[in-house]
């Protein structure tokens, strides 16, 4: 099965489910490509990745519960470190520690990156592995400049997979900064329009005052 994402996520099970709803056929052909595909990055998707601000990690305890996390930081702070691997500084949070334990005893992982502006989604199978404190060349490669939060680790994860998904009910959210930048041409223009409507005042104010001052 040469499809590296679909050979992780279509266990026998999910095979049976898509054969008796219907759409098994068209991710057999999804599976059908000549030689192994998506398990190393591409341009885009390093792009995509290099992007984002934040994304979700899901581990699985020891006790096989999964468990689903969020993680964020300045866009850029995932970094892709080569075609198979991808890195983050992981900062402290509310230091429960459930997804670094879980990955000390299952280093599998998933991971959701979302861009919601375009509703666009990038899935990814991964291998986790924790960097310590005592690997500061590895650590350097993560650090982000200027952004005041305390690196505890670092995380290397091993990309397995991944499958960009369709856009359906995914909704349009944006952050303050991207609206910021979409109103800049109108509030741009209220302002202009706002010193012509001043102007325009004074005007009508000299006006008044001149007329009054004439004889009568």
Known sequence: MPHRYAEIAFTPTVKKVQEELGSRSAYARMESAPETRNHRLWAAEAQFIAARNSFYIATVSETGWPYIQHRGGPAGFVRVLDDATIGFADFRGNRQYISVGNM??????????????????????????????????????????????????????????????????????YTLDEVRAMTAPLRSRITELEAQLARIGNMACVEGVSEQNQPS
């Not at 291998?127 to 290397?156: C, F, N, P, Q, W």
């Open 104 to 173: 000390m005893t299952d280093d599998r992982v998933s991971l959701f990156l979302m861009d919601y502006p375009s509703k666009t989604r990038l899935k990814l199978f991964g291998r986790a592995k924790i960097v310590g404190s005592d690997d500061e060349a590895t650590l350097s490669r993560l650090e982000i400049a200027d952004y005041r939060a305390r690196v505890e680790r670092g995380v290397l994860i091993r990309v397995e997979g991944f499958d960009w998904n369709c856009p359906q009910h995914i909704t349009e959210r």
